[in-house]
């Protein structure tokens, strides 16, 4: 397993700790001048996203963390399971709904999105950053109310409910902004 | 769910400087006064060389290697000179020259006072307040005692920050103030840890079985150094002997042995260090024996333990102090710069 010296130790290093992949996001030289380095990082789970200070005497290792992101589809769920395909080995990887986490309120069958592989192994996905959905279900829209400030619960082909203006009706396809799970417009067929 | 990573772009302004106008003009302000003080004080100024076959053996200073060959077709083929990470050593032989016969040169003054603006280089030191490649200003004066080079380096500090005369602390009461540890020069490593533990500090896991030195080292960078400077500028002294370097040795008012050490802080910043000088070339022969053993034991390189300065000091080095200075720091404070790269033009990512 390959591994970083605190000489390389920089912003942006991906790095395991206890067996999680971190990401180094400060790393702060000390150094008395004639005592020994010290390095005082700041890590970022790049699962979880809880910030780790660590400090690390000159000479210390760490572990790298083997972080590979791919392209992929989303194939299919199988009750607690989401299936993906790489889409250039064609390797299909499974994910569970923890690891896919907020994801499956997006994923439907085709999608493509990216994985994080840690260590070779399927860790986390991302679905693209807008996504469109049909609204399965859903109170009938106020006639002639074009206000976007009056929302009401809207429930979409995943499963998933999202808050979206009252004029959407049911049938109609609508984008969601994936990163803050919030309506942006509604799209037409 | 994990937010997708953007792709880094080339950064085709790297070229540029990363420190801006008004701070370059600010350093070239501060290094003309920083001359005309040593100037109207008797001193000259001197160049030794950067590249040289001796370095400085210390356990954690780490020097470049340069290789001097004479055939291009073999540029790895030659020997290793060092580039100097201080100029201390071609200073103190010129020290040392200077009264190998003092009355050939009976129209110059009667003790010398040399002063030096020059690069220095440590490998691996880069960070918010390091770059491998620095301005270092150090000065020596013959006959200088060690409190009036305290003196000379406070009323310097005050010449180029104009913060006030600097406020004279000893490592022993920087340790009490910050740490509540009453006599840290007698403290056992156990009650360093507890000190340490009391903070709540982050202790990297290899320094627990680390020596005393280590442990004074983590306290002092992580709780001490940040306190120093803050009201006024500060001068720590009487470190542990054990950390002498190039210092003599004296017994402190409690009859404790320590090193006649002292350093400069500002803003808890690091400034400057100097020495009432170690004279005594077995000694210096000791340490750098010492200093390689422990190299040895954390897998460097050791360094080379004969030099022309021990030749120096078996010839005769008279009395003197000698202090290095970061100039670049000297820069960011008079500036208000938190990084090291507002006040260099191409810092080592640029150089």
New interface residues.
């Given amino acids: 397993m390959a591994s970083y010296n605190t000489?390389d130790f920089r912003k942006g290093l991906k790095v395991q700790i206890d067996g999680d992949p971190y990401l180094m996001i400060e790393c702060?030289?000390?150094?008395?001048?004639?005592?020994?380095?010290?390095y005082k990082c700041r890590l970022r789970h790049?699962?979880r996203n809880t910030v780790l200070?660590?400090?690390?005497?000159?000479?210390?290792t760490l572990e790298a963390a083997d972080i590979v992101?791919i392209e992929a589809q989303f194939l299919y769920r199988q009750g607690e399971t989401f299936v993906f395909m790489d889409n250039e080995s064609y390797e299909q990887y499974e994910l569970s709904g923890d690891q896919?986490?907020?994801?499956w309120k997006y994923l439907k069958e085709g999608m493509a999105c990216?994985m994080?592989l840690f260590n070779g192994n399927p860790i986390?996905?991302?679905?693209p950053n807008h996504v469109v959905l049909k609204v399965e279900y859903c109170e009938p829209g106020a006639k002639g109310n074009t206000a976007t400030n009056v929302t009401k619960p809207v429930k979409v082909e995943t499963g998933a409910e999202f808050q979206c203006p009252a004029f959407i009706n049911q049938g109609e396809l609508i984008k969601i902004d994936t990163?803050t799970g919030e309506y942006v417009e509604r799209v037409k067929e | 769910?994990?937010?997708?990573?953007s792709k880094m772009t080339a950064d085709e302004s790297s070229f540029r400087s990363t420190a801006p106008w008004h701070n370059l003009f600010l350093r070239a302000q501060l290094l003309v006064r920083l001359r005309a003080f040593f100037q109207q004080r008797g001193f000259i100024e001197v160049e030794t060389p950067l590249l040289s076959a001796d370095t400085v053996v210390?356990?954690?200073l780490d020097p470049f290697a340069v290789t001097a060959y004479s055939d291009p077709t073999k540029p790895h083929v030659g020997s290793t000179y060092w580039l100097q990470t201080s100029p201390e050593f071609g200073m103190k032989r010129l020290l040392a020259d200077w009264i190998v016969d003092a009355d050939r040169h009976c129209s110059l003054p009667s003790s010398l006072a040399i002063f030096q603006v020059t690069k220095a280089f440590r490998a691996?030191?880069?960070?918010?307040?390091?770059n491998p490649e620095f301005t270092m200003v150090e000065w020596y004066k013959q006959n200088e005692s060690y409190q009036d080079a305290m003196q000379f380096l406070s009323q310097l500090a005050e010449q180029l920050l104009s913060l006030g005369p600097a406020q004279l602390t000893s490592y022993r009461k920087a340790f009490q103030n910050a740490l509540g540890i009453a006599d840290v020069h007698a403290a056992s490593i156990a009650e360093l840890q507890q000190a340490a533990s009391q903070r709540k500090?982050?202790?990297?896991?290899?320094?627990r079985t680390?020596d005393k030195?280590?442990w004074?080292?983590?306290l002092?960078?992580?709780v001490v150094?940040p306190t120093l400077g803050r009201t006024a500028p500060t001068i720590l002294f009487d470190y542990p002997a054990s950390?002498a370097?190039l210092a003599q040795l004296h017994n402190d008012e409690s009859g404790t042995t320590v090193a006649a050490r002292f350093?400069l802080y500002v803003q808890g910043i690091?400034l400057a260090?100097g020495y009432f000088e170690l004279l005594d070339p077995e000694e210096l022969e000791r340490r750098n024996h010492t200093a390689n053993q422990i190299r040895q034991s954390?897998?460097r390189f050791t360094l080379p333990a004969r030099s022309r300065l021990i030749d120096a000091m078996r010839s005769g080095l008279p009395s003197c102090s000698g202090v290095a200075l970061g100039f670049d720091r000297i820069v960011m404070i008079a500036a208000g710069a938190s990084k090291i790269d507002q006040v260099i033009p191409f810092p080592w990512h640029r150089a």
């Fill in positions: 000489s702060n030289f000390v150094k008395p001048g004639k005592g020994n380095a010290l790049l699962l200070d660590r400090t690390y005497k000159g000479g210390d992101e896919v986490d907020d994801g990216s994080m986390a996905m991302s679905p990163r | 769910m994990f937010c997708g990573s210390d356990c954690h691996a030191e880069v960070g918010s307040q390091h500090l982050d202790i990297p896991e290899s320094l680390a030195d280590s004074l080292n983590l002092m960078a992580m150094e950390q370097a350093e690091e260090n954390e897998g």
